[in-house]
């Protein structure tokens, strides 16, 4: 496959396309990345250097790569954080002039909004753009539980809120919903749900709760279900290749004690996980 990937870029560390990018890389996926920010690091260390790009930037360099001749040859975009609306704006252009050029493309959303416990945390106008319009428009999206609840305007409790929410979602355009960090009151303390729904069916996947709090596990994950996805055209398979290796990842990483995710050092978990996962159908 070919993904245009637009999201974030840190120079240390790994979130957005630098969490992104190299998973699918490894998985022997081309791919074509822009960068909506470039900055020294995570926002999570509560100061860093850089800077947000603009949405003229962004459809700049989309143009260049449609005057190469290529976006026909794109199988799927993928975004991330976006550090404005007026980016939304340009990868949503974006989208639709690879759609335009192959209209088999996929677009896969992670509709960075907020978290449980955190609340919002993005720019005021980026909530309302995903929902509005990113999500409306997307094939794939890949929310975790408080962007389940915000994009649907539901709360989830139980397992039968998340899938009311999903299907509420689904309802207003994306084919299929993988929902991260999923807990309801059947979720054991000690672990952690995932839900992915779509044309073959609904899917909850558990894994054990790891001790390890680090950014950009999401963007990978939401890169490796994309892509699997998109491969196999199969959720279940895509939930747990996904989940497994994300799950690897943050072992190693919580093994290590390490601040940052071993995405170089883990990169096996990626191809084969040292653990699979295998999903559960529910109705």
Not at 30 to 46: C, D, K, L, P, R
Request: include cysteine.
């Amino acid at each position: 496959m070919n993904v245009l990937s637009i999201q974030s870029w840190v120079s240390y560390g790994h979130v957005g396309n630098a969490s992104a990018v190299f998973p699918m890389q490894r998985l022997g996926h081309e791919v074509w990345a822009i960068h909506t920010v470039q900055f020294s690091n995570h926002t999570g260390y509560g100061a860093w250097k850089g800077r947000v790009y603009d949405g003229p930037m962004i459809e700049e360099l989309v143009e260049g790569m449609a005057d190469r001749g290529v976006l026909g040859r794109c199988d799927g975009v993928l975004s991330g954080y976006m550090g404005s609306p007026d980016i939304g704006t340009a990868i949503l252009q974006a989208v639709s002039r690879v759609r335009a050029a192959n209209g088999a493309a996929l677009y896969c959303c992670d509709p960075v909004i907020g978290d449980v416990g955190r609340g919002i945390f993005v720019r005021p106008g980026i909530p309302e753009f995903m929902r509005d319009q990113a999500v409306p428009a997307a094939d794939i999206i890949t929310p975790n539980q408080f962007e389940l609840e915000y994009l649907s305007g539901r709360t989830v409790t139980t397992l039968a809120d998340a899938i009311a929410a999903v299907e509420a979602v689904r309802a207003r355009g994306p084919k299929t919903v993988m929902v991260t960090s999923l807990v309801t009151e059947d979720t054991p303390a000690d672990c952690l749900d995932l839900l992915a729904c779509g044309p073959k069916g609904r899917f909850r996947l558990r894994t054990p709760k790891l001790s390890v709090s680090v950014n950009g596990a999401g963007d990978a994950i939401a890169a490796l279900f994309f892509v699997h996805a998109a491969a196999s055209g199969d959720e279940a398979f895509a939930l747990s290749r996904a989940a497994s290796s994300v799950f690897g990842l943050l072992r190693r990483t919580e093994e290590a004690g390490s601040r940052e995710i071993l995405t170089v050092a883990a990169q096996d978990e990626f191809v084969t996980p040292s653990r699979i996962f295998t999903p559960e159908a529910i109705a």
